[in-house]
């Protein structure tokens, strides 16, 4: 629908139309100019005068065309069905496909009034339910989150959840961030019997870690209907079949509603992706295990500094330096004798030469190559060192033999 508003008051519009009427009133009434036009040419061009005149006029009043499209749509109603294998485990299979069929039969009696959208979710949630119940993990709270980033500023009529509330991975869903104010309906599945569960929630850790240092874990550890038992955790590395343990500590569930977040540092002994698993040993009369354990993966980095002592002959002082150097872990020392040595200057992060350049040795090669890879060095002074080359291999300070 189309229409046609200006914001100024009716007088405005009369104005306009009065202003056509005298303009055509002043130029054709009485008018000489056309002696031998007949009364209706007069009469033709005064009116298109007048017309003329009172279209610019209005045209001044900013007149504003406003077209108006109605467009209805069906209500959103989404369906979202917990694919985890919890479900499948804890409901008789029987009543599993009836439950199927008969929420297959309420999506198709609805989608004749409304716009039903279905979404599965588990270890990640995605759109339409295939009824596998093979996800090894639930994650309530994302699935929530996205519906309300798609659906939330829509027609969303009701959200329908159906799941047997036991989540693994993300927030508690009563708490999640969720942008919609449809009401929310559950579907309760699964064994309504409270069972005994231990569980790692969440393991918190550094993506990065580097070779040599202990790299720091927490473990969020819940249990439900446990109260007094103990269990153990562990934390092994993983290569291929077999498992090295690292760490372990053990703990007491002191509630029924237990959560405990435990701490462990772990050792980097090899370098690379290294996978990790944290385990809970079993408590008698669980009925599932599977989320008594979660893997994990490091990447571990060799950050160790190579430093090099080169020196023009062996000397105490040589022993002395790489004794306190190697105090600190994150150095890997090297010492040789520059007549000896046949690494690569390239190899080193630093290099400490002792009494070097040195009178009657023959080190302009090597102590060139390390000026023009620009390598940190330190230098020794001493009796052997050569000062005139000294003065030419570096020009921070001058160096000249006291007179004597």
């Known amino acids: ?139 309530q709270s994302a699935v929530l989150e996205h519906i309300g980033d798609l659906y939330g500023d829509q027609n969303l009529g009701a959200i329908v959840f159906a799941t047997d509330g036991i989540y693994n991975e993300g927030k508690d869903p009563r708490y999640a961030n969720r942008s919609f104010t449809a009401p ?79 701490e462990l540092a772990i050792p980097q002994d090899f370098t690379g992706l290294q996978r990790y698993r944290a385990t809970l040993s079993p408590l008698s009369g669980e009925k599932s295990t599977i989320n008594n354990r979660k893997d994990f993966f490091i990447d571990v980095i060799d950050a160790r500094q190579k430093i090099l002592i080169l ?20 150095y890997e020392i090297e010492t040789a004798t520059i007549r000896k040595f046949q690494g690569k200057v390239d190899d080193f992060d630093f290099i400490i030469l002792h009494q070097l350049p040195a009178r009657g040795i023959d080190d302009r090669a090597i102590l060139r190559e390390i000026n023009i890879k620009k390598k940190p060095r330190m230098i020794v002074v001493g009796t052997q060192t050569n000062l005139g080359e000294l003065n030419q291999f570096q020009t921070l300070v001058s160096i000249k033999p006291k007179a004597g």
Not at 198 to 213: E, H, K
Not at 311 to 327: G, N
């Open 184 to 262: 929310l309906y559950t579907i309760a599945l699964g064994d309504t019997t409270p069972d005994r569960d231990l569980a790692i929630r969440q393991v918190f850790y550094n993506n990065i870690s580097y070779l040599g240092d202990k790299t720091s874990i927490q473990v969020d550890i819940t249990a439900y209907n446990c109260d007094g038992s103990k269990s153990n955790l562990s934390v092994y590395r993983i290569s291929g079949d077999e498992s090295t343990l690292l760490e372990s500590m053990p703990f007491t569930i002191d509630s029924d509603d237990f959560f405990q977040t435990i």
């Open 1 to 139: 629908m189309s229409n046609i508003e200006i914001q100024y008051p009716l007088w405005a519009v009369l104005l306009c139309l009065l202003a056509g009427a005298l303009f055509a009133a002043l130029l054709y009434y009485r008018a000489r100019y056309f002696p031998a036009a007949r009364i209706w040419a007069k009469g033709s061009l005064a009116f298109l005068r007048f017309l003329a005149v009172t279209l610019l006029s209005l045209l001044l009043l900013s007149p504003i065309l406003k077209n108006t499209k109605e467009e209805s749509k069906k209500p959103v109603i989404i369906f979202a069905q917990d694919q985890s294998v919890s479900i499948k485990s804890e409901s008789d299979s029987n009543l599993l496909i009836r439950y199927q069929e008969e929420l297959q039969s309420v999506i198709d009696d609805l989608s004749q009034t409304y716009d039903v959208k279905t979404f599965a979710f588990g270890e990640q949630y995605r759109e339409g339910i295939d009824w596998q119940f093979t996800d090894k993990s639930s994650n």
């Open 311 to 330: 020196a023009a002959s062996p000397h105490p002082d040589i022993a002395a330096l790489k004794t306190s150097l190697e105090q600190n872990k994150n």
